[in-house]
């Protein structure tokens, strides 16, 4: 494929990815409008985060005004080159900036200037992965600061939580963070959460899991299972949609696991708003698909 085509596919990309809400998202927020009740605040609140995702797409604006951090997932082929898809990627950021599919959000910590365009030092936020098949695979977040703020970190075991080196002990975190998370991050949110790994791994391994869809089911029988309960427990807590109460916490948890060192036991979750907004593309032979077309 060549250069220019290759940076409109990824332009069609970060479009659609900013201005429409995944089908999977759109159903988990539906069944929660039903399980609310319809003359409830919580369901209208749905309703409204919905019909919101509605002019944006039909508009082709953007979902929320802030259009996150862009995180790219790349599995390549020996048909294309690393350094050729990150270039088409990049001027194709700045073209969805310059369309106002994406607001200016790469800020320099030091001097505290804004790059305007989206590019800068770890932005976009790039993994790449080499296949032996030929072909190309881009899974992209749009992952929103408020949302990302409200991710957490913990070491077990933990004395504050009571938490120990188990599956036990992992919940408690996760209970944690949204506990934490209510009335900041725009509930209803997903969470993405990592047991094991490094201090770095981890946290790369948590906003991974963000990537699944919302009705998939754990491979790993025992993480299938917290998933479920956690799900359960959690849209028990009564923090609802925006966190003014209710029975739609979450919309998903999703759980991963890492290899960990025997002195090390760290979970790390991330977080989503409802503003979930993700977006996958696969090229091949030439031809580009975008998935739920
Ligand atoms: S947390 Fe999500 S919905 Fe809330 S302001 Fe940020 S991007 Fe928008």
Redesign the pocket.
């Known amino acids: 494929m060549d250069r220019g085509k290759l940076e409109e596919s990824f332009l069609e990309l970060i479009r659609r990815a900013s201005t429409s809400l995944p089908p999977d998202v759109e159903a988990a927020m539906r069944r929660g409008i039903e399980a609310e009740g319809e003359e409830t605040s919580a369901a209208s609140s749905l309703s409204l985060m919905l019909e919101n995702a509605r002019q944006a797409k039909e508009g082709e604006t953007p979902i929320?005004?802030?259009t996150?951090a862009l995180v790219f997932y790349i599995e390549y082929g020996p048909d294309f080159r690393q350094k050729e898809i990150e270039e088409a990627a990049r001027a194709a950021t700045v073209k969805a900036t310059e369309r106002y599919y994406l607001r200016p959000n790469a800020v320099d910590p030091v001097t505290g200037a804004n790059s305007g365009n989206n590019l800068g030092e770890g932005a976009p936020d790039f993994h790449f992965d080499q296949r032996y098949d030929d072909g190309l695979r881009v899974r992209l977040i749009l992952k929103?600061?408020?949302?990302e703020n409200v991710g957490s970190q913990y070491k077990l075991p933990d004395g504050r939580l009571k938490a120990g080196r188990d599956l036990a002990g992992v919940r408690k975190c996760i209970l944690d963070t949204v506990y934490n998370a209510q009335g900041k991050?725009?509930a209803p949110g997903v969470v993405g959460a990592c047991i094991g790994g490094n201090r770095g791994t981890s946290f790369a391994c948590s906003k991974k899991q963000l990537l699944r869809d919302l009705g998939d089911t754990n491979d790993d029988p025992a993480l299938a299972e917290l998933e479920e309960s956690l799900m359960k427990e959690l849209n028990s807590l009564g923090i609802g949609p925006s966190g003014f109460g209710g029975k739609t916490t979450v919309l998903g948890v999703k759980i991963g696991k890492l290899h960990r060192l025997p002195a090390c036991f760290f979970v790390s979750v991330s977080y989503?708003?409802?503003?979930y907004r993700k977006a996958f593309m696969s090229v091949k032979g030439g031809e580009v698909a975008y998935d739920w077309d």
């Not at 929103?144 to 949302?147: F, I, K, N, Y």
């Not at 989503?272 to 503003?275: E, I, L």
Request: net charge negative; hydrophobic share 20%.
């Open positions: 929320c005004q802030d996150g929103g600061g408020g949302s991050g725009c989503v708003c409802w503003a």
